[in-house]
């Protein structure tokens, strides 16, 4: 904790430290969430309608905040910093705020047609239900309690729109979740559990399959129960269930699986599994699947003297030490290697009469000219010719 003071001490100007002893002072923090590795604090202002979220980190030694500052440490940070020094200095794990402002929770409930959700004003461990909006309190239009509300809990007002409880539609929880993503005050019926801006569906599996392999997909694993309204619950998170992005066509097939054998595997390597990828998680469940390796080529020579003369041959590798070389149009593999290549890009280098054989001394004399103009690999650069 003392190493992470010192450097957000550090990196702080002088004029935002006092503003951040202020706020410390004042009572404006507000422990959310301790562990031993990260503690986040809310910190609010008299001139800002919404509280601030801040996360120090502890191992780390690194800090983050909502707000929109530019500073390397905002007056947010500062105040969380001095206030959690001051409470770990008289035995707390987290600030207390000295104004009992109340700050926003999200209840879930099960029913037979889904998640059903309800706001609470959280205030002195006791719960009331929000009966207005948000804005109508923070603007003073309706009388209530202090708050201290968070920047997505304002956006998640407006996104809620008129309606503010009950029953919501999946693209309605979307944008909510996504603007609450790992929020620290939510529960489902009377668990604590997270909201995850992560999307839960299907996922895509390879496996082994006689000499070769098969690609499906199905339902994530992770997920444990499904709700009506589009939700799913992944262990300890609630996650929007999404329709992949997948074709009619694809979705058939891969619900089939598709079978890939010892003449396609290049193709589900290379092709296949990189573009559905993009789009959806895969496991791949066998040990036996090549792996692809992204190599750039490089022109290699070999040199043979034969008698007094100089023999040298120019080709294309890809690989420290060769794994592949290129021959004519197709690409051999080299050593134990298995190589396939989809796409291949093909470099000419003008070497004359540079080739396998006895060039004449003209010859090789205008082949290391071209060959010093060359970007040479480290430590290693053509001699002059004699």
């Given at each position: 904790?003392?190493e992470?003071?010192e ?10 430290w006092?503003?951040?002893?202020e706020?410390?002072?004042?009572g404006?923090v507000l422990?959310e969430r301790?562990s031993?590795k990260q ?5 609010s202002?008299?001139?800002?309608p919404v509280?601030r979220t801040?996360?120090?980190d ?22 969380a ?6 409470a770990?200095?008289a ?5 207390v705020a ?22 609470v ?5 006791r719960?009331?239900p929000l ?7 923070t ?8 708050l ?10 407006v996104?809620l729109?008129?309606k503010?409880?009950?029953w ?19 529960r489902?019926d009377?668990e ?7 999307r839960?569906g299907?996922r ?11 690609l ?5 694993p992770?997920?444990?129960?499904i709700f009506a ?6 262990g ?11 074709t009619?066509?694809?979705?058939d097939?891969l619900?089939?699986?598709?079978s890939?054998?010892?003449d396609r595997i290049?193709?589900l390597?290379?092709?296949v ?6 789009r ?10 090549p792996?692809?390796v992204?190599l750039?080529?490089r ?6 003297q034969e008698?007094?003369?100089?023999s040298?041959l120019p080709s294309?590798?890809y ?7 290129v021959?004519g ?8 290697a ?5 796409t291949?890009q093909?470099?000419?280098?003008s070497?004359?009469?540079c ?15 071209e ?10 650069a053509?001699?002059t010719?004699?």
């Amino acid at each position: 904790m003392q190493e992470l003071f010192e450097a957000i001490r550090e990196e702080c100007s002088a004029a935002t430290w006092s503003r951040g002893v202020e706020l410390a002072r004042s009572g404006s923090v507000l422990g959310e969430r301790a562990s031993p590795k990260q503690v986040t604090c809310r910190v609010s202002s008299a001139n800002e309608p919404v509280s601030r979220t801040v996360v120090l980190d502890i191992e780390g030694t690194e800090w983050s905040c909502d707000c929109t500052g530019r500073d390397a440490v905002c007056v947010h940070v500062a105040a969380a910093a001095i206030a959690l020094r001051q409470a770990r200095k008289a035995g707390a794990s987290l600030p207390v705020a000295k104004i009992e402002a109340a700050t926003v929770g999200y209840r879930f409930q099960r029913s037979s047609a889904g998640l059903v959700l309800d706001r609470v004003l959280v205030r002195g461990g006791r719960e009331e239900p929000l009966q207005t909006t948000l804005s109508a309190l923070t603007s003073g239009r309706i009388a209530g309690p202090p708050l201290m509300p968070t920047a997505a809990d304002l956006e998640v007002d407006v996104a809620l729109g008129s309606k503010r409880h009950g029953w919501f539609s999946r693209e309605v929880l979307g944008p909510v979740f996504d603007k609450l993503d790992d929020a620290a005050d939510v529960r489902l019926d009377s668990e604590t559990i997270r909201l995850s801006r992560e999307r839960a569906g299907v996922r895509g599996k390879v496996e082994d399959q006689a000499d070769g392999f098969r690609l499906s997909i199905e339902q994530d694993p992770a997920i444990v129960e499904i709700f009506a309204n589009g939700v799913a619950r992944c262990g300890d998170t609630l996650k929007v269930v999404a329709d992949p992005p997948l074709t009619g066509r694809e979705l058939d097939d891969l619900r089939r699986g598709l079978s890939f054998g010892p003449d396609r595997i290049h193709e589900l390597v290379s092709e296949v599994l990189p573009s559905l990828r993009k789009r959806i998680p895969v496991d791949v469940r066998t040990r036996k699947l090549p792996e692809v390796v992204r190599l750039r080529p490089r022109l290699q020579l070999q040199t043979e003297q034969e008698g007094d003369a100089l023999s040298i041959l120019p080709s294309i590798v890809y690989g420290e030490p060769v794994c592949a070389r290129v021959a004519g149009d197709r690409l051999i593999s080299v050593g134990r290697a298995r190589c396939r290549c989809a796409t291949r890009q093909r470099r000419s280098a003008s070497l004359g009469s540079c080739s396998r054989g006895s060039p004449s001394p003209p010859a090789s004399a205008s082949c290391f000219a071209e060959m010093r103009r060359w970007p040479s690999p480290a430590g290693w650069a053509p001699s002059t010719p004699r």
